[in-house]
């Protein structure tokens, strides 16, 4: 991965299926923010909502995310293999 643009954070993770994820944040808490991430190769992107976890599709075999952030604001994203089918993920959490 190239070098981040200033005032950007990335995060890198997998679930314990194998799927991974971005999560990025604005660190600036004065100015809204847009980055863009270079990606190795084609991705489908989905985006996690912020209210409910639910995953929706935003762009398809993209080599880069474009996001644009509230100041100290984050979002987290799926990443899945341009090839991969398309599929919806809910997690239910367990006492």
Known sequence: MDKL???C???EFSDDYGNKYIYVLN???NDEKEFTIKLNEGYKIYEVSKTDGNQGKIADNV???TVKL???DASLYRVDNSDSEEYTITYICED
């Open 9 to 11: 954070s990335l995060g």
């Open 5 to 7: 643009e200033k005032r």
């Open 63 to 65: 080599t880069s995310l």
């Open 70 to 72: 509230a100041p100290g």
């Open 27 to 29: 660190r600036d808490y």
